[in-house]
């Protein structure tokens, strides 16, 4: 059975979920302060993470962002969301932070509570396997494509521009916080990246600077996207050795697709 993190710091809450989870076969460590997820997490795997909102030391947001952003954690770890704060205000905000789901407090009692992550594990459970399907008959055809890390925050310029790409006939990974694309450039090969200025954990120039630092990336043509540059910030950038720049809102993505190929032939 699975293996979950229930950070709560009202122990008798605490304990009486501990309990319906275990009753049931799951492994349960109750973590009560939000330095203790980060230590905890640090330390084993977990299959997810119930994450409180309000904790003792860090706040339940600021746990998620680190474990979101620092590049420490596995990026594949589930967190849901389980909190009394009011679900229409903090959904998205956690969500665009990277949890996985959000659940309120009084939504379920503590035994329809241990159903629904059952059944959102298995789901969880469901997507990876169809992934690894997808990616396993994809195997062979993308040997030969080129690879693009796409550095960016904002869902909208990630799906216009990488289905571009995408269409085009090349296999783009995405990073949304700079450590992660940091993180994705020193473990993986890639052709290209194109990153964003303004981005959560490391900001553009950053990511600049640690690509050309390392040997295995600092001859990898970079697309510099940004729509908050003054001419003079631009120029900064252009002397950093990026192949070209170009404002988000004054590119279209056939416009980017085709220097892309003028770059990668």
């Known amino acids: 059975m699975a293996k979950i993190m229930l950070v709560e710091d009202d122990l008798m809450i605490a304990e009486i979920y501990k309990r319906k989870f275990e009753s049931?076969?799951?492994?349960?460590?109750?973590?009560?302060?939000?330095?203790?997820v980060l230590k905890f997490a640090s330390e084993s795997t977990f299959d997810l993470i119930l994450l409180d909102m309000v904790l003792p030391e860090m706040s339940g947001m600021d746990v998620l962002k680190q474990l979101r952003q620092s590049g420490d954690y596995d990026a594949n770890l589930k967190i849901v969301v389980l909190s009394n704060l009011n679900?229409?205000?903090?959904?998205?905000?956690?969500?665009?932070?990277?949890?996985?789901?959000?659940?309120g407090k009084t939504q379920y009692s503590p035994s329809e509570l241990v159903v629904e992550i059952q059944r959102l594990l298995n789901e969880y459970g469901e997507q990876k396997k169809n992934k690894e399907r997808l990616s396993g008959n994809k195997k062979e055809v993308n040997a030969n494509k080129k690879r693009i890390l796409f550095i960016e925050d904002e869902e909208i310029f990630l799906e216009m521009f990488g289905k571009k790409?995408?269409?085009?006939?090349?296999?783009?990974?995405?990073?949304?916080?700079?450590?992660?694309?940091?993180?994705?450039?020193?473990?993986?090969?890639?052709?290209?990246?194109?990153?964003?200025?303004?981005?959560?954990?490391?900001?553009?120039e950053e990511i600049i600077r640690r690509l050309k630092m390392d040997d295995r990336t600092k001859d990898t043509p970079i697309i510099v996207l940004s729509?908050?540059?003054i001419e003079e910030d631009?120029?900064?950038?252009?002397?950093m050795g990026i192949s070209d720049f170009y404002e988000k809102t004054?590119?279209?993505?056939?416009?980017?697709?085709?220097?892309?190929?003028?770059?990668?032939?």
């Open 24 to 36: 049931v076969g799951f492994e349960v460590v109750n973590a009560v302060t939000g330095k203790e």
């Open 87 to 103: 679900k229409t205000e903090y959904e998205k905000e956690a969500r665009d932070n990277g949890a996985n789901g959000f659940i």
């Open 165 to 204: 790409l995408e269409d085009e006939g090349y296999e783009v990974e995405y990073a949304k916080n700079g450590v992660w694309g940091i993180k994705l450039a020193a473990e993986n090969e890639y052709d290209l990246f194109i990153t964003d200025m303004t981005m959560p954990a490391a900001g553009g």
């Open 227 to 229: 729509a908050s540059l």
């Open 234 to 239: 631009v120029a900064a950038v252009r002397e």
């Open 250 to 265: 004054k590119v279209v993505p056939s416009d980017l697709a085709r220097k892309v190929k003028e770059l990668l032939g």
